[in-house]
């Protein structure tokens, strides 16, 4: 069974411009997240859908990061315009969707912006 | 708010020598608790969980956990270590459908 895919799985750019990156969940897992993972720290919830519907993005910052889930299977995160405090590895995870269920991580986009 | 401290940010050991990484969280409902691991180049895996029932908990690779509520600890042991663990280990506990993680402990197994 195919894992949770992402790319691209590195990206730079220079401050100001906008960048975006691509999650396809595993196959019939509802729920999706993304997640920010800055050097050193554990990752911390961006952002999570069920289906179609961001159900919780409390955490992500709306001034210049904006997420889509359209047909509630793969999903778009994009910044603009990138910061330099923006540079981190953006993970995506699914999960099936249960009450008490595991999250699946995908291998993440490293982003640097100089 | 909850959160998860993971007390060793660098673990140096030998093969074959016992480990113990430490977990603990702040929450003081029902918890799911999580050990995930990151090997070099890789993505984040789950290595093993607790939801209820026994509080040792057995995970792939020779790990296990022990969940002791009095302590909200969550530790994780393998009595062997081997040069393949060299990895970073993460402690999670879930909440409200989000996971929230420790910093994590880097581990290196020197052969």
């Known amino acids: 069974e195919a894992g949770v895919v992402q790319s691209p799985r590195y990206k730079i750019i220079e401050k100001k411009q906008p960048v975006a990156f691509w999650c396809n969940p595993i196959s019939g897992h509802n729920t999706l997240y993304w997640y920010l993972q800055n050097l050193g720290q554990g990752p911390e919830l961006l952002i999570r859908y069920e289906n179609e519907e961001a159900v919780d993005d409390s955490q992500l910052p709306k001034d210049r990061f904006s997420a889509e889930r359209l047909k509630g299977v793969d999903s778009t995160l994009k910044i603009q315009p990138a910061e330099l405090g923006d540079s981190a590895v953006y993970l995506c995870a699914s999960s099936e969707g249960r009450g008490s269920d595991t999250q699946y991580f995908g291998p993440g986009t490293r982003l640097t912006v100089l | ?111």
Do not use: M
Not at chain 2, 72 to 95: G, H, I, M
Not at chain 2, 96 to 110: A, D, N
């Open chain 2, 1 to 111: 708010a909850q959160s998860v401290s993971q007390h060793n940010h660098h673990v140096i050991l030998s093969e074959a020598a016992s480990l113990e990484l430490g977990c603990n969280y702040s929450y003081g409902g029902t918890v799911n608790l999580f050990w995930y691991v990151q090997y070099p180049g890789q993505h984040l895996q789950l290595l093993l969980k607790y939801f209820s029932g026994d509080p040792l908990v057995k995970g792939i690779k020779g790990f296990e956990a022990e969940f002791i509520k009095s302590k909200f600890s969550f530790n994780l042991r393998k009595p062997s270590v081997q040069w393949s663990d060299t990895a970073e280990y993460f402690c999670a506990v879930r909440s409200s459908y989000k996971l929230i993680f420790g910093s994590g402990t880097r581990l290196l197994v020197r052969p």
